[in-house]
Each structure stands twice: as structure tokens, then as C-alpha cells.
């Protein structure tokens, strides 16, 4: 989880960040949390939304990636993947 952390770290967000509008209602957690989130749950197999937001409540690790932001719920992450997040990736892939 460290090593997966630490490579996550040295990605490019800005054009996540510049997805999303700092004006209206606030993110459950700033985008790159969200993103180490998904991906470090793609990588223990979990892909489903309300999974996620339980690994995030009662796994350590997860606990861990959180840095002390508020748990998203389960529509937080299934807007965060299908959302403006998911055109972001895209294009910087």
C-alpha cells in the first residue's frame, strides 16, 4: 500500500484538478484522494461503489489513504468514475 501510495504521489493531477470547479457544493474528498481510493481498491478487487465506501470506513489501509478526510459515500465514487474524473484520466492517458 505504501509503495502504490508513493507512485500515486508522483502523478500529474492538475488535469483532474481542473475538472472540477472549486464554486458550489464541496468534493466529499479533494480529487486525488478519490483517485489513490479507486485505484488502490481496483487493485484489491474491489470495483463495487458501496464496497469501496465500507473499506473506507473499516479498512486501515483505505483508513490510511483517507489522511483524515471525511469517508465518501457510495455516490461519491460512482460520480467521481463516471463523472468529470473519468474525461480527465482519459485524456491524460
Do not use: H
Request: hydrophobic share 40%; net charge positive.
Amino acid at each position: 500500500m505504501y509503495v502504490a501510495n508513493a507512485q500515486l504521489e508522483e502523478l500529474d493531477y492538475r488535469k483532474l484538478y481542473q475538472a472540477y470547479s472549486w464554486r458550489g457544493r464541496k468534493s466529499a474528498a479533494e480529487p486525488r484522494i478519490m483517485f489513490k481510493l479507486l485505484v488502490y481498491g481496483y487493485m484489491c478487487g474491489i470495483y463495487s461503489t458501496r464496497k469501496l465506501e465500507l473499506a473506507c470506513r473499516k479498512n486501515i489501509d483505505f483508513i490510511w489513504l483517507l489522511q483524515g478526510e471525511k469517508v465518501p459515500d457510495y455516490s461519491s465514487f460512482a460520480r467521481f468514475r463516471s463523472g468529470k474524473a473519468k474525461d480527465a484520466v482519459e485524456k491524460a492517458i
